[in-house]
């Protein structure tokens, strides 16, 4: 029987047990007391990495109440289910699942009535490299990205948490998509709130086979015997599914105000997807077919209904905007401290951004969205006026016109 969690350690991450374990071990009782009784509100709580937050917290501790926010509904119900499930969860006894947008009405009526949270975890975001395809789409994840950021931490501010921990990514670092730098602007958004109550952040790797990423689109098409397609040439750092948890909660737990956490990995770690695609063919027992486009992939594709174990596949060079062939997570210009966790690295030393020269940015993004002529090239020239270190890659080409 194939187990998703047994090939991740075994192909993807290589590791037996989390990278983590040391120091979810070592730093229990901070954890604990860190948890236990207190106020929590976590948003996107249904995602891939705010789910795996969520089992993480409750290992460690058990909350006061726990309220989770997130629009998709299937995916609370499931969350539900699966935390009920779970012989190593006790739940507290106030927990409340809601369908609904952080960015919304409701959920502000929601969070006033209940006088705020201790504890406050965003994971809502657009995380998508491929959504950047045109003016619309990057209107939308620099809204969810950014602008909703801006907007839960103005309602902060009237309720100061004692923990405010949200998702930066990887591609912040020296960022060369619309994302990344969504996220690297992010990150100046939430510092510029620091002196208002503690906020932390945490750059981090590519998360095997999360909700819609590349390596679970291939289970996907594997269960539908519909052609593999994948980059041979993006290198990339990759966590499970459960390590994602451990970063998050280790970084909102233990950071200090504007720390950014990231994973010590070693360039060794990285893999290519068309690696993990093989991998997994051959543990499905199928032979690797490779085509020389996607078309070709397709249409031989058809004899696998047949029952042929030849699967075919399609690996070639990327070509689309917005895509690094490596990944890092500390630029030249900033400091980190690696020695105070054994699995985690520290940014530190961020200054508290200039908030004038932010609320200039954010004007200029909603004056920009309002001219219904806007274009996707302004708004990335908006972007690195006030981020200089982005560096846009444009190929004119989206992920959405591959397999």
């Known amino acids: 029987m194939f187990i998703l969690n047994d090939f991740i350690d075994k192909y993807v991450t290589k590791r037996v047990e989390s990278m983590f374990e040391n120091d979810m071990i070592s730093h229990d009782k901070e954890l604990k007391d860190a948890i236990e009784d207190k106020t929590v509100l976590v948003i996107g709580g249904a995602g891939s990495i705010g789910s795996n937050f969520i089992k993480a917290l409750l290992k460690h501790g058990t909350p006061k109440s726990l309220v989770v926010v997130d629009y998709n509904e299937n995916g609370l119900a499931e969350l539900t289910r699966d935390l009920r499930s779970s012989s190593y969860v006790v739940l507290p006894a106030e927990f409340i699942t809601y369908p609904m947008d952080f960015a919304s009405v409701v959920f502000e009526k929601m969070f006033r009535s209940r006088g705020g949270f201790e504890i406050v975890a965003n994971f809502s975001a657009h995380k998508h490299v491929r959504s950047e395809k045109d003016i619309y789409s990057v209107e939308a994840l620099l809204q969810n990205n950014v602008l909703n950021a801006k907007k839960l931490l103005d309602l902060l501010v009237s309720f100061p948490p004692d923990v405010y921990f949200c998702v930066s990514t990887d591609k912040a670092a020296n960022p060369v998509n619309i994302m990344g730098a969504s996220k690297?602007?992010?990150?100046?958004?939430?510092?510029?709130?620091?002196?208002?109550?503690?906020?932390?952040?945490?750059?981090?790797?590519?998360?095997?086979?999360?909700?819609?990423?590349?390596?679970?689109?291939?289970?996907?098409?594997?269960?539908?015997?519909?052609?593999?397609?994948?980059?041979?040439?993006?290198?990339?750092?990759?966590?499970?599914?459960?390590?994602?948890?451990?970063?998050?909660?280790?970084?909102?737990?233990?950071?200090?105000?504007?720390?950014?956490?990231f994973p010590k990995l070693s360039e060794v770690q990285m893999t290519t997807f068309d690696c993990i695609a093989r991998d997994l063919l051959t543990v499905h027992g199928f032979h690797v077919l490779e085509c020389s486009s996607d078309e070709e992939a397709l249409k031989r594709s058809a004899a696998l209904q047949s029952g042929s174990l030849e699967?075919?596949?399609?690996?070639?060079?990327?070509?689309?905007?917005?895509?690094?062939?490596?990944e890092e997570f500390v630029t030249s210009k900033e400091t980190a401290d690696y020695d105070r966790l054994k699995s985690l690295g520290v940014i530190t030393g961020k200054v508290i951004p200039d908030k004038d020269k932010i609320d200039a940015l954010f004007e200029k993004l909603e004056k920009a969205f309002n001219n219904i002529a806007i274009t996707k090239e302004e708004i990335v020239s908006i972007m690195q006026e006030y981020l200089p270190s982005f560096k846009h890659i444009e190929t004119g080409k989206s992920l959405d016109s591959k397999m």
């Open 184 to 261: 690297r602007i992010m990150e100046d958004v939430i510092f510029s709130y620091s002196s208002n109550f503690p906020v932390k952040t945490a750059r981090f790797a590519n998360v095997a086979f999360s909700n819609g990423s590349l390596p679970a689109g291939f289970l996907n098409r594997i269960s539908k015997l519909q052609p593999l397609s994948a980059p041979s040439d993006v290198r990339r750092y990759f966590v499970s599914l459960e390590e994602a948890g451990q970063i998050c909660l280790l970084a909102a737990m233990l950071g200090g105000n504007r720390e950014i956490f």
């Open 311 to 326: 699967y075919p596949v399609h690996f070639s060079a990327s070509d689309t905007s917005g895509e690094k062939a490596f």
